[in-house]
């Protein structure tokens, strides 16, 4: 069955450090992945979608890596703020139907 | 700019109790979903619709039903509620296209009793 894991312990970086997020997903072959951030009693907030055929896609302190050969994708934030602080999604998405299927989320703490 | 609203925001039922989760979007969007998310499990599609008039079944449909009879509404229906159905739930919308994002509400917490 399709599987996507995030790592499901929270990470805790230090402010103005590099956070790399990991999303692993076996027996799928997605189109597109999104990342997506969601803040406490909120719901969540599209951030970034990359291509399968697309190996990096970068927004202003935001990259996003996609490796259909090792099914993974890498979510980067570069000089990390405490304001970063929040659970991230990643979600695959098929070309025809463009249902998704979501991760689990990583939470993210960034420390002053 | 409202987007996607739901309401009620909390509620609590008890068990064997009915109620209905409206969704309202005003991007006039095709495509409506309604998910539950269960801490450690992610997000989980319940339904969806990619119309008015049309319905469509997800992931965890068991128990819920839901209807489209205009655009912009979409409502998830509780039959008979049940303890397994606590959670939270959200509602999305979007274009349709898979290279477009889905566009969520704020939630609605819902615990059975």
Not at chain 1, 9 to 14: G, R, S, V
Not at chain 1, 80 to 101: E, F, N, R, V
Not at chain 2, 45 to 54: A, K, P, Q, R
Request: aromatic share 10%; with cysteine.
């Amino acid at each position: 069955s399709q599987k996507i894991e995030q790592n499901s312990e929270a990470l805790n970086i230090q402010e103005g450090k590099t956070a790399t997020l990991t999303c692993n997903y076996t027996n799928y072959s997605p189109a597109y992945l999104q990342w997506y951030r969601q803040d406490p009693g909120r719901g969540p907030v599209f951030l970034l979608l990359i291509r399968e055929n697309e190996k990096e896609k970068r927004k202003e302190r935001l990259k996003v890596t996609f490796d259909t050969t090792l099914k993974q994708s890498l979510f980067h934030i570069t000089a990390s703020q405490p304001a970063d602080s929040a659970t991230y999604l990643c979600a695959l998405s098929h070309l025809k139907t463009g249902k998704l299927i979501f991760g689990q989320g990583t939470t993210l703490q960034v420390k002053p | 700019n409202a987007g996607v609203t739901q309401t009620p925001k909390f509620r609590v039922l008890k068990t064997g109790q009915s109620m209905t989760l409206l969704c309202a979007q005003d991007m006039n969007h095709e495509y409506m979903y309604w998910y539950r998310q269960d801490p450690g499990m992610g997000l989980r599609l319940i339904h969806y619709s990619v119309g008015e008039g049309t319905t469509a079944k997800g992931e965890v449909p068991d128990g819920y039903n839901v209807s489209r009879l205009k655009k912009q509404n979409f409502l998830l229906g509780l039959e008979s509620a049940a303890p397994s159905q606590t959670s939270v739930y959200f509602c999305a919308s979007n274009s349709g296209r898979s290279n477009q994002p889905q566009h969520f509400g704020d939630g609605t917490r819902l615990s059975i009793l």
